[in-house]
């Protein structure tokens, strides 16, 4: 039985005092919760990462949203930051080829699988997030893009412990706009059966597939209803507590 997963992204939002606050108010309410049946990740921007691992918590684990793609724990790589730093930080999970970092990085999913592999032997959790653009599937292509991007952005040292997967396609991401159940279910089938191709039936089996893309507390009982749904990948509405919350709460 696989455990769900409640994650939320904050994207490029919180300064400090403004994230502090979320995280206590987010802490607060889901460490109240006794016997959760479900995990809770938070992935505030780098900036507030340290700060918001500083807030005391029990329950809620705390990523960062991307690792650098240098092996190096440091070094000369501008900009960046190790996976060993993310740790250093307080963070025991890491979301990585997210599609705004493939759009706007130019992120390849030979680079998502090295920063994945970085982040898993530095000992944090990865989710690797997947999925089409409008274009790829009005082009019917939407099945071949996301089974490529399970297949080349995986490590081989991947298992259902260390690694997530995320499947959001590119046109529900802050659009208000969601697949068909049915959509929905195909393609997280299809990515299971990808990961029993490349990793084995058993890491398929325990491996969470996520989706994200507009997941709002109104029709987040029925996203995560759907078969192969292990959790939700959350942007927008994980930035204020009730409707993080709200969408959880549907869990419970
Ligand atoms: P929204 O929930 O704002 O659509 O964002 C989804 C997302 O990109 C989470 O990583």
């Known amino acids: 039985m696989r455990r769900k997963l409640i994650a939320g992204n904050w994207k490029m939002n919180g300064l400090k005092a403004d994230a502090v606050a979320l995280a206590k108010a987010v802490?607060?309410?889901?460490?109240?919760?006794?016997?959760?049946?479900?995990?809770?990740?938070?992935?505030p921007p780098m900036n507030v990462l340290g700060y918001v691992a500083d807030v005391p918590h029990t329950s809620v684990f705390v990523g960062a949203q991307d690792v650098a793609e240098t092996t190096k724990p440091n070094g000369a790589f501008t900009g960046d930051v190790s996976a060993a730093m993310v740790k250093d930080l307080g963070a025991t999970w890491t979301l990585v080829g997210h599609s705004e970092r493939r759009t706007y990085h130019n992120e390849t999913d030979a680079v998502v699988r090295q920063k994945t592999e970085n982040a898993i032997n530095n000992g944090l959790t990865v989710v690797i997030c997947i999925g089409e653009t409008l274009e790829e599937r009005e082009a019917g292509?939407?099945?071949?893009?996301?089974?490529?991007?399970?297949?080349?952005?995986t490590p081989a040292i991947a298992n259902a412990t260390n690694c997530v997967l995320a499947y959001e396609p590119v046109w529900a991401i802050g659009t208000g706009k969601v697949p068909t159940t049915a959509d929905v279910a195909e393609m997280h089938a299809a990515i299971r059966a990808e990961v029993a191709k490349n990793l084995g039936a058993e890491v398929a089996e325990g491996m969470r597939i996520l989706y994200g893309g507009s997941v709002k507390p109104e029709n987040a009982k029925e996203l995560l209803g759907v078969e192969n749904v292990d959790g939700a990948l959350i942007g927008g509405a994980s930035l204020k507590v009730e409707s993080f919350w709200a969408i959880a709460e549907t869990q419970l």
């Open 27 to 43: 802490f607060e309410k889901f460490d109240s919760v006794a016997n959760c049946p479900f995990d809770v990740l938070v992935c």
């Open 141 to 153: 292509k939407a099945l071949e893009v996301v089974t490529r991007q399970v297949r080349e952005s």
